[in-house]
């Protein structure tokens, strides 16, 4: 899901794999494992938390910029998809935002 959005890549860090647009991370986690963090807003975040403890938790160390620890066998797939888009139009630049079709995972525009 993470490399659907546009000018999305994988780098590995800090032993985690990251998924970044242009060079700023959105989402990350362990390559084996259960749980990825994912960038929301503080409201996002606590709305999450309360309604579904089990699958959202406050993420360690970013849980105060409004990322969230979400155990992927969980989550439903739509709300996943609307996570990572979410995330990504947090973390890209504004201009990359506003590209026809560029907030839609699997779409690209020509030239990229």
């Known amino acids: 899901m993470?490399?659907?959005m546009p000018e999305a890549e994988e780098r590995?860090?800090?032993g985690e794999t990251t998924f970044r647009v242009r060079g700023r991370i959105f989402a990350m986690g362990l390559p084996e494992?259960?749980?990825v963090s994912i960038k929301a807003?503080?409201?996002d975040q606590a709305g999450l938390v309360e309604m579904d403890p089990k699958t959202f938790a406050v993420a360690a160390y970013t849980g105060r910029f409004?990322?969230?620890n979400v155990k992927l066998y969980r989550l439903r797939h739509d709300l996943g998809e609307r996570l990572i888009k979410n995330a990504w139009e947090r973390t890209a630049p504004r201009r990359l935002v506003?590209?026809?079709g560029a907030s839609?995972?699997?779409r690209r525009t020509?030239?990229?």
């Open 98 to 100: 506003k590209r026809p």
């Open 2 to 4: 993470c490399l659907s």
């Open 12 to 14: 590995e860090t800090w």
């Open 33 to 35: 494992g259960s749980t």
């Open 41 to 43: 807003s503080l409201d």
């Open 66 to 68: 409004g990322w969230i």
């Open 104 to 106: 839609h995972p699997g």
């Open 110 to 112: 020509a030239g990229r």
